[in-house]
């Protein structure tokens, strides 16, 4: 039986969340829609926990970074608007993942803030883990930020450590992988334009589009520089833990309507 009932790619755009979506409602409207039909495909698959791969969490050089606080809490600010959430953490399942990342020769490590347990014990939740938790069931979850210091072969490896983690748990576990994509399609934008930008995230669909989402670590350094995605690290991760023989991909939408690209894509273990 596979221990994931359902897995999903979405972005972490703030404007996506309704409550931020501002004055230009339209700006990610199709990411939204798409991110609501992701959250009920979620909710019907009934998780007892999620796991949520975040690049914008607590980040440790050299380490993967699991979350083993009681809870999590953290605010978006967008338009001049905010939305805050508060998690309650699977500490069970964060320090399953630890101990068979040990047992596998991975390194990972869990954190904690304040107090060893108890109201206290509570870590910031970054806005990688917001955007895709407001639209999911309210369960309780487990945050993780790869280090991109690890090669790519260690966060597929982390990624199979986390199947057999969630195999131990016994229970049903929900994965999502926040990933934002190139950001270099705009001038205007922090980091300015590079014809990459559109390249990468045409190959990106593309492979989701054809299973093929471990070839993602066959891009050159290069294209990767150029166009400054963030995604890659939590998709070899999603990869190896529902690999190629086990999974059905369905592309909901791409648009890139500010500087950065936007891919919601669902995964069906099998």
Known sequence: M??????????HGGEIIPELKGDFPGRMSVTRSSLYTLG???AQAMPDSLIVLTPHGTRINGVFSISDSEYMEGVVEENGSSFSMKITVDRDLAKNAAKKAEEAGI????????????PFSCLQLDWGA????????????VIITPSRELAF?????????LKMAALAS????????????SHTHQMSGPYGFHEDAAKLD????????KKKLEEMQDFSTELIDNAKPDGIWQTLILAGAIPSNEREVKVLSYEAPTYFGLISAAIYPK
């Open 2 to 11: 596979n221990p994931f009932v359902f897995a999903c790619i979405t972005p």
């Open 40 to 42: 009920k495909e979620m």
């Open 107 to 118: 390194k990972a490590g869990t954190i904690n803030f304040g107090t060893s347990a108890g």
């Open 130 to 141: 917001i955007v895709p938790l407001r639209f999911m069931p309210e369960v309780p979850a």
């Open 153 to 161: 072969k260690d966060h597929l490896e982390f990624g199979r450590v």
């Open 170 to 181: 016994e229970k049903k576990i929900g994965i999502i992988a926040s990933c934002d994509w």
């Open 202 to 209: 045409g190959e990106v669909k593309s492979l989701l589009e």
